[in-house]
């Protein structure tokens, strides 16, 4: 049972090129996230996917896309890197909106950045 | 809009010291959770509160709700080196605070 898993680990673009991180979650949740963590921010949501099906923007998505492949995968799109994307991203999921628990199960991390 | 805002931002305490974050909300929140990341990690869920005053503990944290569920307290008694890392309130279910960084000298 591997949790939440992010791929690459570290990633270093030149701006301009494009990019998708990958996350996978084996544990049979309903929604995942995408927020990045930047010095001084904490962490904000860049989409969110409540359901399998379904994807909604969260407080910064500009310059961003995903997609909700299957019930265990949900990617995030740069396609055109800019430095201001310099940052570490992390993929999040839990059980379904519907359960009073909110807890969230955060992947490792993908520590990006844009020359 | 919703805001969750922490203070302090960092608090660096002597071993044995304890140690209070503080969040609060704009508005009242449904329930509030809070999490730890260790420098370089990611964040670990630690506990939810739900209910208006509630009082949770875990070992040496204790975690508040306030009365009016507009604010929460996370209080470590006698802090140990392996309480560093960065403590994250959450409410909204997915806005979280910027997070109380706790530095720890042995």
């Known amino acids: 049972n591997a949790g939440v898993t992010q791929t690459p680990k570290f990633q270093v673009l030149k701006t301009g090129q494009s990019m998708t991180l990958q996350c996978a979650q084996d544990?049979?949740?309903?929604?995942m996230y995408w927020y990045r963590q930047d010095p001084g921010m904490g962490l904000r949501l860049i989409y969110y996917s409540a359901s399998e099906g379904t994807t909604d923007k969260g407080e910064v998505p500009n310059g961003y896309n995903v997609s909700r492949l299957n019930k265990r995968e949900f990617s995030l799109r740069l396609e055109s890197a800019a430095p201001s994307q310099t940052s570490v991203y992390f993929c999040?999921?839990?059980?379904?909106?519907?359960?009073?628990?909110?807890?969230?199960?955060f992947g490792p991390g993908t520590r990006l950045t844009v020359t | 809009g919703q805001q969750v805002m922490q203070i302090p931002q960092y608090q660096h305490v002597q071993e044995g010291e304890d140690f209070t974050t503080y969040c609060n909300s704009s508005?009242?929140?449904?329930?509030i959770q809070w999490y730890k990341q260790r420098p370089g990690g990611h964040p670990v869920f630690l506990i939810q509160?739900?209910?208006?005053?509630e009082v949770k503990k875990q070992k040496r944290l204790t975690f508040q709700f306030g009365e009016a569920k507009k604010n929460s307290s996370l209080h470590i008694t006698a802090t140990q080196t392996t309480d560093v890392g960065t403590y994250f309130c959450?409410?909204?279910?997915?806005?979280f605070g910027a997070g109380t960084r706790l530095f720890v000298k042995a």
């Open positions: 509160l739900v209910k208006s005053g």
């Open positions: 544990m049979n949740h309903n929604s």
């Open positions: 999040a999921s839990s059980e379904s909106p519907s359960i009073s628990s909110y807890e969230q199960y």
């Open positions: 959450g409410g909204f279910k997915t806005i």
């Open positions: 508005t009242t929140l449904s329930n």
